[in-house]
Antibody
Framework: EVQLVESGGGLVKPGDSLRLPCVVS????????MSWVRQAPGGGLEWIGR??????????DYAAPVKGRFIISRDDSQNTVILQMSSLKSEDTGIYYC???????????WGQGTLVTVSS | QSALTQPASVSGSPGQSITISCAGT?????????VSWYQQHPGKAPKLVIS???NRPSGVSNRFSGSKSGNTASLTISGLQPEDEADYYC??????????FGGGTRLTV
């Protein structure tokens, strides 16, 4: 069974940075394509970005609202994918889900989510 | 504003069938057969119920089915059961090599 465990959420001020690691088990992590999805309070799902496996180029792509502020990276030795967020805004508030993409175009598994609140 | 357009809510009685639409463009839904659907119960993480327009993952009830016509994809749930009450989201791969979600549809049974 694939398990994804996010951590690192909390209350931060506008302009701050925050790092969200996600530890993954139950699959061959080095071959996995991973993505992050967020959900504002009472809102819908929003795709943030994806990082390919090293074999797939190891590159990352991002949604327009976070491009230039968020960076997705991976540490295959620790089975961990990381979302580094900077210049945070109030509209970045929400639950952040780490996800495993079983293929390049669908999300097969989700973590339980970690709550990020950006407020002064 | 979401990239894909879904109705805010739908409702049905136990045993009935409902269909949720997901309208996109020729740059996403209309371009690729890479539409997936996710079910989310309150306070829970989403769960994949349909992938690649009409494929049902192992363990998902055969009451769930998906289809696509032009720029619009659809999720149909037949024989509605109380446990189907949830939020449903469509998602499509796009020409920008990104994923786009719909705004979500609340199903009331």
């Amino acid at each position: 069974e694939v398990q994804l465990v996010e951590s690192g959420g909390g209350l931060v001020k506008p302009g701050d940075s925050l790092r969200l690691p996600c530890v993954v088990s139950g699959l061959i992590f080095r071959d996995a394509w991973m993505s992050w999805v967020r959900q504002a309070p009472g809102g819908g799902l929003e795709w943030i970005g994806r990082i390919n496996s090293k074999g797939g180029g190891g590159t990352a792509d991002y949604a327009a609202p976070v491009k230039g502020r968020f960076i997705i990276s991976r540490d295959d030795s620790q089975n961990t994918v990381i979302l580094q967020m900077s210049s945070l805004k109030s509209e970045d508030t929400g639950i952040y889900y780490c996800t495993w993409m079983g293929t390049t175009t669908r999300i097969d598994s989700w973590g339980q989510g970690t709550l990020v609140t950006v407020s002064s | 504003q979401s990239a894909l357009t879904q109705p805010a809510s739908v409702s049905g009685s136990p045993g009935q069938s409902i269909t949720i639409s997901c309208a996109g463009t020729s740059s996403d839904v209309g371009r690729y057969d890479f539409v997936s659907w996710y079910q989310q119960h309150p306070g829970k993480a989403p769960k994949l119920v349909i992938s690649d327009v009409s494929n049902r993952p192992s363990g998902v009830s055969n009451r769930f089915s998906g289809s696509k016509s032009g720029n619009t994809a659809s999720l149909t749930i037949s024989g509605l059961q109380p446990e189907d009450e949830a939020d449903y989201y469509c998602c499509s791969y796009t020409t920008s090599d990104t994923q786009a979600f719909g705004g979500g549809t609340r199903l009331t049974v």
